[in-house]
C-alpha cells in the first residue's frame, strides 16, 4: 500500500491552499483491494515537523493558516492510513507552496485540477486613425477610431470608454457624431455629459469639458470576434473661433474587463495657420531628439529644475528655444506629453527614464524594466514605443531621433546636473 495525492484546489493568494477550511489536498493510496476503504490520521514519526500545521477530515488534508511562500516554501509531514481490516501505513510526505501573485483569485471548482499562474495584463487600445490633423474653421471633422489589444486579437468581456472635446473649439451631434459603428455587442450611446472640472476630468485634461460614452460587451467573453477593427467614425465641426484643440479618450478602470488597462489616447487637431508645430520630443527645439540633450532637460524638469541649471551643458547645437522658452513649452504640452506610462503624472524616475531609454535605442524589457509607475496604463515596450512615436514629429520630416548605436544592451550612467 502507498500513497498517492495531489492538489485539487489552488490557491487564493501564495499558496496551493484556499482560506476555505473544506479544501486541501485529497489523501488517496493503492491497495491491491480496490473495494477496501481507509482512514488518515497524522502520526508522529520521521518526518513529522509540520504535522501541527494541518488537520485530516475524512480524506481532506487541510492547513490551519492560510500559508505564505516567503514565510515558509515547503511542510513535511508524516501520515498513517488504516484499511477496514486494520493495517496501517505510513509516509513522510513534502507539502510544496507555489509562489504566485498574491492579488491574482483563482475561482475554480474543488474538483478541478489546476495551476494558478499570474495572468498576463491585456492592453486595450484606442486608437484615431492619424494623431493629428489640420482643421479649417467651419469645417467638418471626420476620423476613424480603431480598437486593438496587446497581445493581439484577445477577446475579451468589451470595453466602455469615454470621448472627450473641448466645446469651445468644435460642435458635436450625438445623432450624426458616430457612423458606421461596430454592431457586435453595440449598446446604446449616452447624451453628451458634462466632464467634471476635478483634476482636469476625467481624462486628466482641464481643456475639454464634454464627452460621450460607448460600450460593447458580450457576456460570453469572445469581444470583438475580430481584429484591429474600426470602431466607429467620429464627426465633428470645427467652430468659426476653432484655434487648435484635442479630443481624447479615457476609461474608468472599474468598467474594463478583468486583467485590462485601456491606454489613453488622443487625437491632435490644429490649425493650418497656426506657426506652431504640433507638440514632439524635441525638446530644445534644434530638429533632432536626443537623448543627452532632450532627454536629460526632460529630467532635469520633471524633477523641477528651472533657469539656467535646466539646460547647462545638455542643450543640442543649434537649439532654437533657451530655458525660460523650454519651460513654457513643457508646462504647455508636458502632462500630455512626458506622462509617458499613463498614470496621469509624469515623473523623472519613471516617465524621465522611460523617455531617455528611448532616445537610446533600448527596446523590450530593457527599454521599461523597472521604470514603470504603480498604476500604469501603458506597461509594455510596445505601448511605450507607441506613444513616444506619436511625438517625434508627425507633421515635420526635420525632426530626427539620434540614438547612441551600440548600448541598447545595457543602462549606462549620466550627469544629469
Same mark, same amino acid.
Given at each position: 500500500?502507498?500513497?498517492?495525492?495531489?492538489?485539487?484546489?489552488?490557491?487564493?493568494?501564495?499558496?496551493?491552499?484556499?482560506?476555505?477550511?473544506?479544501?486541501?489536498?485529497?489523501?488517496?493510496?493503492?491497495?491491491?483491494?480496490?473495494?477496501?476503504?481507509?482512514?488518515?490520521?497524522?502520526?508522529?514519526?520521521?518526518?513529522?515537523?509540520?504535522?501541527?500545521?494541518?488537520?485530516?477530515?475524512?480524506?481532506?488534508?487541510?492547513?490551519?493558516?492560510?500559508?505564505?511562500?516567503?514565510?515558509?516554501?515547503?511542510?513535511?509531514?508524516?501520515?498513517?492510513?488504516?484499511?477496514?481490516?486494520?493495517?496501517?501505513?505510513?509516509?513522510?510526505?513534502?507539502?510544496?507552496?507555489?509562489?504566485?501573485?498574491?492579488?491574482?483569485?483563482?475561482?475554480?471548482?474543488?474538483?478541478?485540477?489546476?495551476?494558478?499562474?499570474?495572468?498576463?495584463?491585456?492592453?486595450?487600445?484606442?486608437?484615431?486613425?492619424?494623431?493629428?490633423?489640420?482643421?479649417?474653421?467651419?469645417?467638418?471633422?471626420?476620423?476613424?477610431?480603431?480598437?486593438?489589444?496587446?497581445?493581439?486579437?484577445?477577446?475579451?468581456?468589451?470595453?466602455?470608454?469615454?470621448?472627450?472635446?473641448?466645446?469651445?473649439?468644435?460642435?458635436?451631434?450625438?445623432?450624426?457624431?458616430?457612423?458606421?459603428?461596430?454592431?457586435?455587442?453595440?449598446?446604446?450611446?449616452?447624451?453628451?455629459?458634462?466632464?467634471?472640472?476635478?483634476?482636469?476630468?476625467?481624462?486628466?485634461?482641464?481643456?475639454?469639458?464634454?464627452?460621450?460614452?460607448?460600450?460593447?460587451?458580450?457576456?460570453?467573453?469572445?469581444?470583438?470576434?475580430?481584429?484591429?477593427?474600426?470602431?466607429?467614425?467620429?464627426?465633428?465641426?470645427?467652430?468659426?473661433?476653432?484655434?487648435?484643440?484635442?479630443?481624447?479618450?479615457?476609461?474608468?478602470?472599474?468598467?474594463?474587463?478583468?486583467?485590462?488597462?485601456?491606454?489613453?489616447?488622443?487625437?491632435?487637431?490644429?490649425?493650418?495657420?497656426?506657426?506652431?508645430?504640433?507638440?514632439?520630443?524635441?525638446?530644445?527645439?534644434?530638429?533632432?531628439?536626443?537623448?543627452?540633450?532632450?532627454?536629460?532637460?526632460?529630467?532635469?524638469?520633471?524633477?523641477?529644475?528651472?533657469?539656467?541649471?535646466?539646460?547647462?551643458?545638455?542643450?543640442?547645437?543649434?537649439?532654437?528655444?533657451?530655458?525660460?522658452?523650454?519651460?513654457?513649452?513643457?508646462?504647455?504640452?508636458?502632462?500630455?506629453?512626458?506622462?509617458?506610462?499613463?498614470?496621469?503624472?509624469?515623473?523623472?524616475?519613471?516617465?524621465?527614464?522611460?523617455?531617455?531609454?528611448?532616445?537610446?535605442?533600448?527596446?523590450?524589457?530593457?527599454?521599461?524594466? @523597472?521604470?514603470? !509607475? =504603480?498604476?500604469?496604463?501603458? #506597461? %509594455?515596450?510596445?505601448? $511605450? &514605443?507607441?506613444?513616444? *512615436? /506619436? +511625438?517625434? @514629429?508627425?507633421? !515635420? =520630416?526635420?525632426?530626427?531621433? #539620434? %540614438?547612441?548605436?551600440? $548600448? &541598447?544592451?545595457?543602462? *549606462? /550612467? +549620466?550627469?544629469?546636473?
Amino acid at each position: 500500500m502507498a500513497f498517492r495525492y495531489r492538489i485539487i484546489k489552488k490557491a487564493i493568494g501564495n499558496s496551493p491552499y484556499t482560506t476555505r477550511p473544506d479544501l486541501g489536498p485529497a489523501l488517496t493510496q493503492t491497495d491491491p483491494d480496490t473495494e477496501d476503504t481507509f482512514t488518515y490520521q497524522l502520526v508522529a514519526g520521521a518526518g513529522d515537523t509540520d504535522n501541527a500545521a494541518f488537520t485530516i477530515v475524512e480524506d481532506q488534508l487541510q492547513i490551519n493558516s492560510s500559508p505564505d511562500f516567503e514565510t515558509q516554501s515547503s511542510y513535511s509531514i508524516r501520515v498513517q492510513t488504516t484499511d477496514a481490516e486494520g493495517e496501517s501505513y505510513s509516509e513522510n510526505l513534502t507539502i510544496n507552496i507555489n509562489d504566485v501573485n498574491e492579488d491574482t483569485t483563482a475561482f475554480d471548482t474543488p474538483e478541478e485540477d489546476t495551476t494558478v499562474t499570474s495572468e498576463e495584463v491585456i492592453q486595450l487600445k484606442i486608437t484615431p486613425s492619424e494623431p493629428t490633423k489640420a482643421v479649417e474653421p467651419n469645417t467638418s471633422i471626420s476620423f476613424d477610431v480603431n480598437y486593438s489589444t496587446e497581445p493581439a486579437e484577445t477577446s475579451t468581456t468589451g470595453i466602455a470608454f469615454g470621448m472627450h472635446w473641448d466645446s469651445s473649439q468644435v460642435a458635436f451631434d450625438p445623432i450624426t457624431g458616430l457612423t458606421e459603428r461596430f454592431p457586435l455587442g453595440a449598446q446604446p450611446i449616452s447624451a453628451v455629459l458634462d466632464d467634471p472640472i476635478t483634476n482636469g476630468g476625467l481624462d486628466s485634461d482641464p481643456n475639454t469639458d464634454k464627452y460621450i460614452l460607448q460600450a460593447w460587451i458580450d457576456a460570453e467573453g469572445k469581444w470583438p470576434n475580430n481584429s484591429n477593427l474600426t470602431l466607429y467614425r467620429a464627426n465633428f465641426t470645427a467652430l468659426p473661433g476653432f484655434e487648435e484643440t484635442q479630443i481624447n479618450f479615457s476609461a474608468n478602470p472599474d468598467n474594463l474587463p478583468v486583467n485590462s488597462n485601456f491606454v489613453p489616447s488622443f487625437i491632435a487637431l490644429t490649425s493650418p495657420d497656426s506657426t506652431s508645430r504640433p507638440p514632439t520630443l524635441d525638446i530644445d527645439g534644434n530638429g533632432a531628439i536626443d537623448a543627452l540633450t532632450d532627454g536629460l532637460v526632460a529630467i532635469r524638469y520633471l524633477f523641477g529644475f528651472r533657469g539656467e541649471t535646466l539646460t547647462k551643458d545638455v542643450v543640442g547645437e543649434g537649439a532654437t528655444r533657451d530655458p525660460s522658452e523650454i519651460v513654457t513649452y513643457l508646462d504647455e504640452v508636458g502632462d500630455m506629453m512626458l506622462d509617458i506610462d499613463g498614470n496621469g503624472t509624469a515623473g523623472a524616475l519613471t516617465d524621465g527614464i522611460l523617455f531617455l531609454r528611448h532616445a537610446l535605442g533600448f527596446e523590450d524589457q530593457a527599454l521599461i524594466s @523597472g521604470a514603470i !509607475s =504603480e498604476g500604469a496604463t501603458r #506597461t %509594455t515596450a510596445s505601448a $511605450i &514605443n507607441e506613444h513616444l *512615436q /506619436s +511625438f517625434l @514629429g508627425v507633421v !515635420s =520630416e526635420d525632426i530626427t531621433l #539620434t %540614438t547612441v548605436p551600440g $548600448i &541598447n544592451d545595457q543602462m *549606462q /550612467s +549620466f550627469d544629469v546636473l
